[in-house]
């Protein structure tokens, strides 16, 4: 018998009567009685149930037409809060409004209960999460893994100006959003050893026994797209023990101590890696790695034998494969060991369907953040995967090198799947490139790097795999949901057609012109201020104008980034106000939101500078209002959400070279708020879009920066030749600020004794003349808010929507596939 179809129309009242069904019976609460939270979860569920449909169809349809799916590994997906992005994606935030508010609720009040799942640390994690909403959003057949760490990226506090890390208990109360799939949990083996056995026919076979067994439970989370009925999932690997693990010490009566085996297995999705862009070598993080990728690998060739009977030549047909940076990549090794050791494949057969169905993205050059493994304990974690990197390393060197470059070592030893210096390590980026049939970077600027620097033997060799993909942002996160007002104004402009198609917002040019659009247009970006103005008074105790233009830098905190060269300027304009209290400044205020590396001792300290500089600034009385300084606590996604649409200036400052692309870039001037940047990353396409009369460049080239570390870069050729410079970076180490002149000399000696391997001093007088120009410019508000409109106008390049069709053209060779009603 078929049950009668629930009611799941889009209507208030249909969405009314899923609300309270959920609070009667999946909560259990009265109506009247239930709390804020059950509200919050009430009303997720109710969306819940209307896009489940949708990603049960659009797994039917996808398996049904046996097209090819991507498969998106990743350590990191930073997605923030999820009601609000469902519901606006799903064009049901209007009734939903109105429903909870026939029953006396505000949904934007209850928007807020929503925990931000952090599962990532930053650029890269946040750039998964922007995938996902594309390829739901463009109809794309895909499934994103990772891990459901039960705690993300640390809460942070600051306890007299120092960063205090604290657990981020994201999911201790569940999550209404994610789903527990029992039915298809893995089992993954770790550490044993390798044997050698005989098949029927007599060929070879390695083995690997005695090893421990770890088992991973999946939860899917639903991807809702904007107004597309393609709901992917994203699905989260929780590692549990196994059913058998130390059975025989709980049967020899040890219960306790079989409890504390099963704790240690659950340790491995605990916790998220709090590094961004360096490594720390952690067994446990190999074992994160290898744990989620060998679960995902499972799932993935579970799906290809099931629903076909192909021949395994058809796998890449099937499957295409994305490691985001290199920390998936012994997915490569692990491949070959299913197809070798457990499907009987011919060596090169195998490797060949590897490399078709592998794609590498390259996030980053810094050379502290290139993985690489101590040979000694990859072989004790995964001794058969060690054997068969050194295999294809071997037929690697002997056969493609040789053959371009016969004898010449020198060539061998760069291009080597291990570094063989100062002790034996495999080199997770070039596995990745060998591994697969494609390798990307991140903007222009950072691909041309990867062939010319960091892979340039690669290169010369596979000249074709490489390519560029520029990072986009979803423009329904960035702009739709959290700049509402904006995107009302785009749209009662334009018409509605730029949600999906970016490019159109360049029909907005011509407004900009319009004083009457300029007004309204200014209005949102004022009323926002005011927004933010609250939280600063909220969480920093600091009163600041809305008038005054708010200059932002909000990203992880990293020296390569140069919050200090921020924080040389500010200390720079507090001497000269100070000795020039008539001069014509337009108000400021310096906005800071940035996490450290518990770890990054340099990181800490800097955040420790901005803080104690703030304290003063803020209650001198000699600065007034002209300069405030704020660092906001906990910066995450939905704090992002609140400061973006707020912010008049970017900070995009990071060493030429260094920022492999950026992202919070793109959102902020999509926002209207202009960039003050080197040509660093995705701003040299920022500034080819938006026009060079319309963004604030300065500092040395890439090139310039070569040219001047060749010469020899004396950092203190800089101190003595600039005065204004020297008193600055004095004032700063010196007792005035703490009370302590000890407190910052770590900073100071970085940025002199240890040789300013960033360059700040080398930046720092174009830096300072770069924001004297911004602050003429803003005494001009119809300019500046001209500027702006043209940065929204013109940004419409920097859409996900757009990066993911690229991939799906030029990588995966996907087809679009509409999922009907
Ligand atoms: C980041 C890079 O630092 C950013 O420039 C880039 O925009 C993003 O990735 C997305 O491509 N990145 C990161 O957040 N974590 C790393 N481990 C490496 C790069």
């Known amino acids: 018998m078929t049950p009668a179809p629930c009611d799941l129309g889009n209507s208030k009242d249909s969405l009314k009567n899923s609300i309270i069904n959920h609070l009667r019976f999946t909560l259990g609460a009265y109506v009247e009685s239930a709390s804020k939270?059950?509200?919050?979860?009430?009303?997720?569920?109710?969306?819940?149930?209307?896009?489940?449909?949708?990603?049960?169809k659009s797994r039917t349809l996808h398996r049904q037409s046996g097209v090819r799916r991507v498969h998106y590994l990743s350590l990191e997906y930073l997605m923030g809060r999820l009601l609000e992005n469902n519901l606006r994606n799903s064009g049901l935030y209007e009734s939903t409004k109105a429903a909870l508010g026939e029953m006396g609720k505000d949904l934007d009040a209850l928007l807020d209960c929503e925990p931000d799942m952090g599962l990532g640390n930053g650029g890269l994690g946040r750039l998964a999460a922007c995938f996902m909403d594309s390829l739901s959003t463009v109809n794309l057949p895909a499934i994103g893994y990772g891990i459901h760490y039960e705690f993300g990226l640390f809460r942070q506090e600051f306890v007299n100006g120092k960063q205090v890390e604290h657990p981020d208990a994201w999911m201790r109360d569940g999550s209404p959003w994610k789903i527990a799939r029992p039915s298809y949990r893995q089992t993954v083996q770790l550490y044993g050893r390798v044997v050698q056995k005989f098949d029927d026919c007599g060929h070879p076979r390695s083995e690997w026994v005695e090893t421990k067994a770890l088992l991973g439970l999946p939860w899917d989370i639903p991807i809702v797209g904007y107004d597309s009925h393609t709901v992917n999932v994203l699905r989260l690997w929780q590692a549990q023990a196994d059913e058998d693990f130390n059975f025989q010490v709980f049967n020899e009566g040890s219960y306790v101590e079989a409890l504390r085996d099963k704790a240690i297995a659950e340790t491995v999705s605990k916790v998220l890696y709090p590094n961004d862009s360096t490594e720390?070598?952690?067994e446990l993080r190999l074992v994160q790695q290898y744990f989620f990728v060998a679960c995902s690998l499972a799932d993935i060739v579970r799906r290809f034998k099931v629903g076909y009977t192909l021949p395994w030549s058809e796998f890449p047909s099937k499957a295409a494969i994305q490691l985001n940076d290199t920390h998936p990549a012994v997915a490569i090794p692990e491949l070959m060991r299913i197809l070798v050791d457990l499907e009987g494949l011919p060596w090169n057969e195998a490797w060949k369907i590897c490399q078709e169905t592998f794609a590498y993205t390259n996030h980053t050059l810094l050379p502290e953040a290139l993985e690489m493994w101590s040979v000694s304990l990859f072989e004790r974690v995964l001794p058969r995967h060690l054997q068969i990197i050194y295999q294809i390393n071997q037929l690697f060197l002997e056969g493609d090198v040789e053959a371009k470059w016969p004898g010449d070592s020198e060539k061998k030893r760069s291009l080597s799947l291990i570094e063989e210096r100062g002790g034996k390590y495999v080199r997770m980026a070039n596995l990745s490139v060998l591994g697969s049939h494609a390798t990307n970077g991140v903007a222009a600027l950072h691909t041309r790097l990867l062939c010319e620097r960091l892979f340039a033997d690669f290169y010369a060799l596979y000249p074709d795999r490489f390519l560029n993909l520029t990072n986009g942002i979803t423009f329904r996160r960035w702009l739709d949901v959290c700049n509402p007002q904006l995107s009302a104004l785009i749209t009662e402009t334009i018409g509605e057609s730029w949600k999906k198609n970016a490019d159109l917002l360049r029909?907005?040019?011509p407004h900009a012109d319009d004083p009457a659009f300029r007004a309204r247009y200014a209005k949102i970006k004022r009323d926002h201020k005011v927004v933010l103005a609250k939280i600063i008074e909220d969480e920093c105790g600091v009163t600041v104008s809305p008038d005054a233009l708010f200059d932002v830098q909000i990203k992880r905190l990293h020296e390569y980034k140069r919050q200090h060269l921020n924080l040389l300027n500010i200390v720079t304009l507090y001497r000269e106000i100070l000795d020039n209290p008539n001069a014509d400044f337009h108000p400021r205020v310096f906005i800071f939101g940035?996490?450290?590396?518990?770890?990054y001792f340099l990181a800490k300290n800097i955040i420790h500078a901005i803080n104690a500089v703030a304290a003063k600034v803020n209650n001198d009385p000699r600065v007034g209002d002209k300069l405030k300084v704020v660092f906001l606590p906990n910066y995450r996604v939905s704090l992002a959400e609140k400061i973006i649409p707020a912010s008049d200036l970017s900070e995009q400052i990071s060493t030429a070279g260094k920022e492999a692309s950026g992202t919070g870039n793109m959102k902020l001037a999509l926002n209207g708020s202009l960039t003050i940047g080197t040509l660093d990353g995705a701003n040299v396409e920022i500034e080819e879009e938006v026009g060079s009369e319309n963004i604030f460049i300065f500092g040395l080239t890439v090139e310039e920066v070569t040219e001047l570390r060749a010469k020899g870069y004396n950092p203190w050729d800089y101190y003595w030749a600039n005065e204004k410079l020297r008193n600055t970076i004095d004032w700063i180490s010196s007792d005035y600020f703490t009370g302590n002149a000890e407190e910052f000399q770590p900073l100071r000696r970085s940025l002199l004794d240890h040789g300013d391997p960033y360059l700040c001093l080398a930046d720092y007088q174009s830096?300072?003349?770069?924001?004297?120009?911004v602050d003429a410019t803003y005494k001009d508000q119809d300019k500046w808010v001209k500027m702006a409109i043209l940065n929204?106008?013109?940004?419409g390049k920097f859409s996900s929507d757009r990066t993911i069709l690229q991939y799906a053209e030029?990588?995966?060779?996907l087809p679009q596939v509409p999922i009907g009603e």
Request: proline share 2%; glycine share 4%.
């Open 37 to 56: 939270n059950d509200w919050w979860v009430a009303t997720c569920l109710a969306i819940r149930d209307r896009v489940m449909d949708h990603a049960t």
């Open 280 to 282: 720390s070598g952690k």
């Open 507 to 509: 029909n907005l040019d």
């Open 594 to 599: 940035a996490k450290a590396a518990p770890g």
């Open 767 to 773: 830096y300072v003349d770069a924001q004297a120009k």
């Open 792 to 795: 929204t106008a013109r940004v």
């Open 810 to 813: 030029k990588v995966w060779n």
